[in-house]
């Protein structure tokens, strides 16, 4: 009997167990889908919010694409405009040196005739000696009657010469004003086709980049559609348990384990938060005047968000879209302060005084020799750092201490502010 109620004992405790076991390794399992559901659920919220900030950067990207593009349509129908000029100008300059070869051989055979008629009265070594023409003369009639030759001679010839020579100056002024011009214009060339230059390989630059996002963009909602197959996977299999489940609970008399209904198996939310946050960092103190302080920072607003267009900042529209020069920047920034200077790389360097490097301070204008001396201009920061509007990126902060604004500085420093 004894050993009839162990093998009873013993079947009995393996029916319980195949009854009262299979629930509790279900539970685990459903448990451990859900907690695997919810690392998911967190992770797709994360590629959410990676996808986001990739996609701001594409519009970000997307505008400043624009901008470079309008920039460079802007920048060659200057650069066909002062091509235009420069044309002009050369064919003035032209006519200028035909009109003084003219003038010039107009003369040279008036002083020819002049030289004739003298030679009828005495000629010495091809020069008219005009007192011995007096002299030779054989009456007093035929003294007046030279005399009087000799002096209309004399002021012909003077009023010959002294017609050449004003409208020689004349000629030469306007030449002279004519080839300055076309230096002015001739330099403006040369700096927009620099400047297309760069903008064009700013363009590339962005174009890559902007491939580059959309490949992260690209990737992040494979990544996306991967995370949410396999929570699609493991909902159905939890649903199947959760399924399974009940007949066998059903099935246990007396049984008290606590399960989870069909119900409570929808798609758990995520226990991650997904909240982003952004920090400002405030920038240094600047030391010195108020105005100071604004003319180095008022152009922060425009860093990443500006493109160089020649003739820049000067109109509302210009400044309202970030499209600045160099000089047009710097006149902008300046008049934010209240205060009045030059719109160009010229009249700047002829504003205030001249201090040396080691004076240098924030607020103080700084030059560089791009396509011709002083052809670039940039407010000072400190910390051998300037702002200013760069042909390859718009507004930005550049370093002057090394690298190409280091090459192209040669020390010239305005301050404006005392």
Known sequence: MKKKFVVLNITMTLGLGSVFAPPNVKADTISNIQSQRSSIQANINETNEAIRLVQDELLKLNEQLKRAEQAIIDNQNMIVKTESDIAAANLEIQKLEEEVASLKEAIAKRNEILKERARSYQVTGGEVKYLEV??????????VDRVGAVVTFMNADKDLMDKFEADKKVVEEKQASIQTKLVELTNMKTELDGMRAQITEQHQQNELLREELKQKE?????SKADLQQQDSSLASQEAQLAANLVPLVATTTGSSTSTKSPASTTSPTSTKSSTTTSSYIPAAPVQGRGAVSIVTT?????????????????TAYDVANGRFDCSGFVHWAFAQAGISVGASTDSLKNDGRKVSTSEMRPGDLVFFNTYKTDGHVGIYLGGGKFIGSQSSTGVAVANMSSGYWANNFAGKVVRIIE
């Open 134 to 143: 007096v002299l030779g003369s054989t009456s007093f009639s035929d003294f």
């Open 218 to 222: 690209a990737a992040g909602l494979a």
């Open 298 to 314: 008022v152009g922060n607003r425009y860093i990443g968000n500006s493109v160089y267009v020649f003739g820049g900042g000067r």
